[in-house]
């Protein structure tokens, strides 16, 4: 089957087998290799990514659904060379330590703070209920998105979903990694 | 900066006190935080795919094996059998045990636990491998299974190795002190039997191996996620009958050890196999539910323990009887009984010993070295203990430990077993945990609550923490120590353009080496961590690496940095000799500062790196003749505490930190549940070297333990088949079930290790097991309830609170 997703902005159209996961998808076929497969039964989250501004388990979608979708990927927050305000805490905070669950608990941070711009810890920590981390204990990376959650206020709001027509990346000022509009380009809207 | 100019010591290892100590942030997180870090799968080359037929049975003989359907399926490379294997392999070598038996990497004839590798088939991308080892025929004959260690123990029960003669594969017994006459004379004996659960601390990027081979050489290149190159060459080498030189290991980034990927190795003997088989670069990703069925666990163990008290609430003696059930593998069966001996009298002053193991093996998955190894169980065991007598005599449990701490002024105090505890001040270290937790108030507070219906329990345990393995001890038993002490290497050099690169015998799985290591070399070189480069890869072609290589036991911050230290200091004493050279002036007036060596008190005498490098690469003609030309320093390192280990004394691991975790649990006595809303660690790491990574493991490990106390056990059937196989029913913590941690600060530097570090990475999961189980036994102390064994599942309280009153 023939399918045509928005891929981090890009289009991308291929010919899949109707059993192909969309995260063999997105790492197979278009090659980002930064979502993770951490289990066969939708309970890790190491592959959460955007599908149409919602975090979305794609171990537990075919390619063939994205058909006509908008899907971002890790590799797809930091474009135009300055790392997103969730990424940068995560650095900050140390709230990486292997870094396999990293890509997707940064997803699944990115989707609570559009719709929840100032979590509460609580809040936080039921929002990656289903992303497992087996090295932190999760302390550090509900700081790093707590964290997170500051450095975006008053920069237009936290980032929203792609598709979202105002979307930002909410770079603080005076953040040498601030890349002048180019990030949004690179999501193709 | 820098910017410290401080003349060098003769001894002293750092030049400026910027970086060692500082929350400096991890090198490794900008490119994983943009999904550009690269695990094994992640890799991309143009390999086939491997998928596994895996045994349905947990015990069965193989009567017939059809491989043709599946050698036609489309795309198909090559299927090998567990007797191909066999033909072209050496058994596995086991190591602690005593008694004679064969396995080989796969499966031949017999199968022995349920998802035992029989079949592989190399096929052109995963789902046509799967597709086509759907189509292996394999017969089988069922075999009675053996299951529980005391279905193994049994008269007449069903032999996993028939060549053995019996399912114990190691027993032994050691004493050391007046044991009898400590329990003679004792005013009381605290006695019981424990339960520890089959569980895992469950990297989250399952096991890994692509393998590539050279026709032309012969050779092997393998990328994986292990965790112990070390050991890993020498295994496959032997069982792969190649010379070491001919496999070369690239590891790149790992998702997480843990000691789970200590196991990695049969399964690259057979990619590699596989490789060379279908002519071809061959990938295998584990998946979870592979790894949850058939590797690894910690094995479960069966513990008797009794504690000899005198009126006081002194502890006289300890005598424990312990049976591991270490499933169906002969290389790590036998590791777990001796190691949990390190810490048999945890924090405390006893002085005569007892203990007798058995390994018994059964039709259950293979075990393997977990997150602190045996010691989480032993101090289960032991602090449960305590509590029990605390009970018994009526005294505080906080007041019992601190009538029986080893005392400050006792250090260094060497146990009766041989182990040397350097340094700690456990009496200050409960005393800052008792505070930071508000002990008094919660104890209070509990009281209170219980006339409300609510019931809360405090819950206090002390623990030893060892690092670094002597790795002698698990041969006591053989009598043949073939592997002694601990040795790292590393190589640390200048670039022609005077940029420092260093290269380690280790490997990282998320612990931030790179990060350590820059700090501490930037110190002791007078520039910044970020003029250090250090790949988070390893590869074994280039890599200064020892067969006791890797990262397990908390031997990075010893041994590794040891290494570390001491190549750096190799390079920058020639360094300053090629200086002095250069300035014409004797090394002992020279002082290094921002990436210059320059003359003390005359920063305008100065040569910097970058010319330094230049005289020894390209200018080398203009050197004396006595320096030799080039940059590049290899040291090797070992802990000198090591002694050889024998029975009498066996120094079973090298550091000892120490940490007291209080923990309030509340439980709910209508739906079984726990929480835990007050959790305190006061954990003694020595010196601290980078606080955002110490934290960051000693809550990981931590929350690695309350897993264990709460969720995770692997079940299984009485016919030996896995329940609990996926992470719908092996529960993990998650972050809405953990606890915010308070952390206090204890640091007692550790004598014998180079920087004054001690462990960190497998504490929490030590000291957290019994702190939970002391908690809910006090909540439960209405019901008269009593924890044996973990974890406390809500099934196991209810049926304690209606009346069984054991959990
Ligand atoms: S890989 Fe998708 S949830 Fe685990
Ligand atoms: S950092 Fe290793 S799984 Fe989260």
New binding site residues.
Partial sequence: MRIRVRLNGRTVEHDVEPRLLLVHFIRQVARLTGTHV?CDTGNCG?CTVLVEGKAVKSCLMLAVQADGKDIVTIEGLANGGGLHPVQRAFIEKF????????PG?IMSACALLASIPSPSEFEVREALEGN?????GYEQ?VDAILHASTLDRGHGGPRRAPQAPHGRLGHGPGDPGRASGTTEAGHGR | MGDSTRPLESDGVFVTSQWVGAAVPRREDARTVQGQARYVDDIDMDTAHVAFVRSPHAHARITAIDTRDAEASPGVLAVMTGRDVAAATNPVAPRGITASVTQYVMAVDKVRYAGEPVVAVVAGTQYLAEDAAARVHVDYEPLPPVVEIEEALAEGAPLVFEEAGTNVLLHDAFEHGDVAGAFRGADLVVKETFRMPRFSST???PWAIIAQWDPGTGAFVVWSNDQQPGRTAINVSRTLRVPIDKVRYIIPDS??GFGIKLAVWPYIVILCLLARRAGKAVRWIQTRSEHLLAGTHTPEALIEAELALARDGRFLAIRVNSKENDGSFVHTAGIYPLIKFAVIVGCYGIRATAFEFSTVVTNKAPTVQNRGVGKPGMTFVLERLVDLAARALDLDPAEIRRRNFVRPEQMPYTTPTGEVYESGDYPECLRRALELAGYDEWCRKRDALREEGRYLGVGIAAGIEPGTSNLGYYYISRGRPDFLGSVEGAMVGADFDGGITVVTGSVDA?QGHATTVAQVVADMLAIRPEQVSMSTHFDSATSPFAPHSGTYANRFNDVELGAVVAATRKLRAKMLRIAAFVLGVHERSLALRAGTIHVEGDPTKAVSFQEIAAYAYKKALLLPEEIEPGLREIAYYQNRAAKVPRREEFNIQLTHANAVHVVVAEVDVATGFVTLPKYVIVHDWGRQLNPGIVKGMVI?STVHGIGAALYEEFLYSPDGQLLTGTFMDYLKPVALTVPRFDLGEMESPCPTSPLGTKAVGEGGAITSLPAIANAVEDALRPFGVTVTSLPITPEKTLRAIRGARVI
């Fill in positions: 951490g190491a709230g990486v330590q292997c870094g396999y669950c990293t608990m497992l981390c087996m090295c932190t990376i | 990297p989250l990027e998702g997480g998320g990981g």
